[in-house]
């Protein structure tokens, strides 16, 4: 079954500080793509990263990076030296599917918050 | 470009009363989604169309709400009638691909409050 696990539900960390969220999930497809989105207090999700299932290479962008290792079925996001600005729920998201009909979850969210 | 547009941005309504979304979705988009995401949780897809016709609407509750997208651009959602346990957010989002698979591009939402 699809499923995505975000144990973390609230992390508080000091600005400036590394923060990593994890994202764990569970497919039977062997072709699956892996998300993660920012909802700010505004309320509207943010796209921030697509990874697919053939691509394990991990990716830096700015101050975030991210750590796909399929072996732990793991997705996780850091973020370095943290801001204020980050604060927001961050949620990862699993896509699989074939024949063109795909299904999209998404995790529960884990709420960052950046305290100044 | 222009983002997915969400209208109204609130709404208060008292159970058993019925009430209607609005989306338009990036220009282009053939894929549109809606998503109830209820406070504290992720977002659960209600209905996914390709164009105007529908590919998924498995998790919507057919008794209560109803969704068109008629040619194939902008997209209503309602729910008739409401009930307290539908308070939350209701996201739009539309995708340039038929999985989302490129990402989403959501709208601000319609956060629904039912007393």
């Known amino acids: 079954a699809q499923k995505v696990t975000q144990a973390q539900t609230e992390i508080s960390v000091v600005e400036k500080e590394d923060v990593t969220l994890d994202c764990v999930y569970e497919t039977r497809d062997t072709t699956y793509y892996l998300f993660w989105y920012k909802q700010p207090p505004s309320g509207e999700l943010v796209f921030l990263i697509r990874r697919n299932s053939f691509d394990e290479q991990n990716e830096i962008s700015g101050r975030y990076s991210w750590n796909f290792q399929k072996s732990t079925s793991s997705f996780n996001f850091t973020i370095t030296a943290s801001q204020v600005v980050d604060s927001a729920v961050y949620f990862c998201?699993?896509?699989?599917?074939?024949?063109?009909?795909?299904?999209?979850?998404f995790g529960t969210g884990t709420r960052l918050k950046v305290l100044a | 470009e222009a983002g997915v547009a969400q209208s109204p941005r609130y709404k208060i309504i008292e159970k058993r009363q019925s009430v209607a979304f609005w989306c338009n979705p990036i220009?282009?988009?053939?894929?549109l989604y809606w998503y109830q995401q209820i406070l504290g949780q992720g977002p659960k897809l209600l209905i996914q169309?390709?164009?105007?016709?529908?590919?998924?609407d498995s998790q919507l509750p057919k008794d209560r709400f109803s969704a068109e997208r008629l040619k194939g651009v902008d997209s209503t959602l309602k729910i008739q009638p409401a009930k307290l346990e539908d308070s939350a957010v209701y996201l739009c989002a539309s995708s340039s691909d038929a999985g989302g698979n490129y990402g989403y591009t959501f709208g601000s939402g319609t956060r629904l409050t039912v007393v």
């Open positions: 169309f390709q164009n105007n016709g529908v590919v998924d």
């Open positions: 220009s282009g988009h053939a894929t």
């Open positions: 998201a699993l896509s699989e599917g074939n024949s063109g009909t795909y299904k999209y979850i």
